[in-house]
C-alpha cells in the first residue's frame, strides 16, 4: 500500500510536546541504561549454556528445558508491543524501574524454583521485565538527548550488549561447574538493585503532554499476532514441530496482524499510530530491520554448526573463534558515528547492507583448508560492519520521529527486532534442512560442506538484495531541517 493511501490518521504528526526533563540530564543515563541492555543479553546468553546442567538437577529431560527458553521469548513478544504506550503514560523513569525491579525479581524466582513448571513461570515474570526494559531505557535516552546524537547514543547503549553473549556462554559454563547453576540468575540481583537506585536518582521521567486511552483490543490482536507468528518461527527452527502446526500459526498469526492494521486504521487512538507511517526514514526503516536481520540474524545460529558440524571444530573451540565477532562489533560501534555523519543515512546503509551481504557469502570460500588465521580476521571484518548495520539501521529508523510519537515507533521497531531475528534463524535452520534432506539438524548430524556452501551463498544473496530497501531512503534523513518541515 502506497503512502499516499492511508486515511487521515487521529493526529497528525506535530512538533514535540514531551516534557523536557526539568534539570540537566544525569551523565550517567546513559550508563544505566547500557548496563539494562547488557544485563538483558548476558541472560538470554549465559542460560543456554546452563540448560543440561538444570535439566539434571531439576530430574528433566534436557530438551524439555525449551520451554523455559520459550516462556521469556514469547511473554516479551507479547509484552514489547505496550512499552511504548505505559512509558508514555507513567512516564519513562516509573517504568524503567519496574522493569529492572520485575527481570530481578524474575531473576531471583528463577533461582529458587525447584521445578521446571515454577522455573517456567519465573521466566515469564522475568520476560514481562525483559520486555519493558530495554525499549523504555532506549526511548528514555531518544527523548532526553538531541536527536542529532542519536548514532553516537544507541552505538553507546549497544556496546555492552555486544559483550553480554562474548562472556554469556563462558560465565555460564563456569558457573555450572565451579558453583551451581542457580548463580547464573542470581548475578542477576544485586546489578538490578543498583540499577534501580541509579535509575530513581538519575534518570528523567518523561512523558508526553498528550494522554491516551489504552488499546486494549489492538494490543491483544497484535500481541497475539507476534506470539503466533514467533511460536511459528521457532516450531520450524528449534523445536522441529510438524510444517503443518507451523504453517496454520503462522497464517492464524498474520490474519490476526492483518485484521489489527484494519482496525488501526479507523481506530481513534491504536496502539500503534498509522500517522508514523507517512514519516519515510520510519516506514523504510522499519521495514529494512525486518528483511535485514533475517539475513545477519541467521548468521549466529549458522557460524556455530558450521564451525562444528562443517570444519570439526570442538564446542569450546567453535566459541573462542567466535569471539573477534564481538570484539570487532565494539570497533564498529565507535566508527559508525562518524561515517554516517559523513555519508548520511542513505548512502551508508546502501553500500554497507551489500557489503554485510557480501561478507556472508564469503563463508562459503572457508573449508578445511583456510589458515585460522585468515578465518578469524573475516569473522572480524564481518562482526565490525554486521555491528554498524544493527545500530544504523535503527538510527534511521527513530531519528526523525518527534518525541510524543518516538513512544509508538519505538515499541513497533523493537516487536520487529525480535520477529525478524526469530524468523532468521528459523529461515537459516529451513536452508540448512532443505539443503541436507534432513528432517532436523542436531549436534551429531553429518553435513555435507556443499549444505553450509549453498546456505551462505543463499543468506547472503539475500540480505545484499535488501540494500534496495535502504535505497529508498530520504537524503535528508535525520536533518534538523527536515525535521522542522514536518
Not at 103 to 122: K, T, Y
Not at 265 to 275: D, I, M, S
Not at 406 to 421: D, E, F, I, K, R
Request: aromatic share 10%; charged share 10%; net charge positive.
Amino acid at each position: 500500500m502506497a503512502m499516499s493511501s492511508l486515511p487521515n490518521p487521529p493526529h497528525t504528526v506535530t512538533p514535540a510536546t514531551v516534557a523536557a526533563p526539568s534539570e540537566p540530564v544525569s551523565p550517567m543515563l546513559r550508563w544505566i541504561v547500557a548496563v539494562a541492555f547488557f544485563m538483558q543479553m548476558l541472560d538470554g546468553t549465559i542460560m543456554n549454556t546452563a540448560l543440561p546442567g538444570i535439566a539434571r538437577d531439576l530430574a528433566v529431560s534436557p530438551l524439555s528445558m525449551q520451554s523455559a527458553v520459550i516462556a521469556y521469548m514469547l511473554t516479551t513478544a507479547l509484552f514489547i508491543p505496550a512499552s511504548g504506550w505505559l512509558a508514555d503514560h507513567f512516564g519513562t523513569k516509573r517504568i524503567f524501574i519496574a522493569a529492572i525491579f520485575l527481570f530481578s525479581a524474575g531473576s531471583l524466582l528463577c533461582a529458587l524454583s525447584p521445578s521446571l513448571e515454577l522455573l517456567v513461570l519465573a521466566r515469564v515474570v522475568q520476560g514481562l521485565g525483559g520486555a519493558l526494559m530495554v525499549p523504555v531505557g532506549r526511548l528514555t535516552v531518544i527523548r532526553a538527548y538531541p536527536r542529532k546524537d542519536l548514532v553516537r547514543n544507541l552505538s553507546f547503549i549497544t556496546i555492552p550488549g555486544l559483550i553480554g553473549p562474548l562472556v554469556g556462554p563462558m560465565a555460564g559454563g563456569f558457573l555450572v561447574e565451579y558453583a551451581s547453576w542457580h548463580w547464573i540468575f542470581l548475578i542477576n540481583i544485586p546489578a538490578g538493585v543498583l540499577g534501580v537506585i541509579l535509575a530513581y536518582r538519575c534518570m528523567p521521567n518523561l512523558s508526553p503532554e498528550r494522554e491516551w486511552k489504552f488499546d486494549l483490543p489492538g494490543f491483544l490482536l497484535f500481541g497475539s499476532s507476534m506470539v503466533l507468528v514467533t511460536f511459528s518461527m521457532e516450531g520450524l527452527g528449534e523445536l522441529h514441530m510438524p510444517r503443518v502446526q507451523v504453517t496454520l500459526l503462522c497464517t492464524l498469526g498474520l490474519m490476526l496482524l492483518g485484521i489489527y492494521c484494519l482496525r488501526a486504521l479507523r481506530a481513534e487512538h491504536p496502539l500503534f499510530e498509522p500517522g508514523i507511517f507517512r514519516i519515510r526514514s520510519f516506514a523504510i526503516g522499519i521495514c529494512g530491520n525486518l528483511f535485514a536481520r533475517l539475513g545477519s540474524g541467521g548468521v549466529p545460529f549458522l557460524m556455530p554448526l558450521f564451525l562444528q558440524l562443517g570444519l570439526g571444530f570442538s564446542p569450546f573451540y567453535a566459541g573462542v573463534t567466535m569471539i573477534p565477532t564481538a570484539l570487532a562489533g565494539i570497533v564498529g560501534k565507535s566508527l559508525i558515528t562518524r561515517l554516517v555523519e559523513k555519508t548520511g543515512f542513505k548512502l551508508f546503509l546502501t553500500a554497507n547492507t551489500l557489503l554485510v551481504g557480501g561478507l556472508i557469502a564469503s563463508f562459503a570460500l572457508v573449508d578445511a583448508n583456510t589458515p585460522y588465521p585468515l578465518l578469524l580476521l573475516q569473522l572480524g571484518i564481518f562482526g565490525t560492519f554486521n555491528s554498524m548495520q544493527f545500530t544504523a539501521m535503527n538510527s534511521v529508523t527513530l531519528v526523525d520521529l518527534n518525541n510524543e510519537d518516538a513512544g509508538s515507533g519505538n515499541s513497533l521497531l523493537s516487536v520487529t527486532m525480535q520477529v525478524s531475528v526469530t524468523c532468521g534463524v528459523a529461515m537459516a535452520a529451513a536452508l540448512l534442512n532443505g539443503f541436507s534432506g534432513a528432517e532436523t539438524i542436531t549436534a551429531n548430524s553429518a553435513i555435507p560442506m556443499s549444505v553450509f556452501t549453498k546456505s551462505f551463498l543463499c543468506v547472503g544473496g539475500y540480505t545484499a538484495a535488501t540494500a534496495l530497501i535502504f535505497a529508498q531512503v530520504p537524503s535528508d534523513a535525520g536533518r534538523q531541517d527536515a525535521r522542522d518541515k514536518r
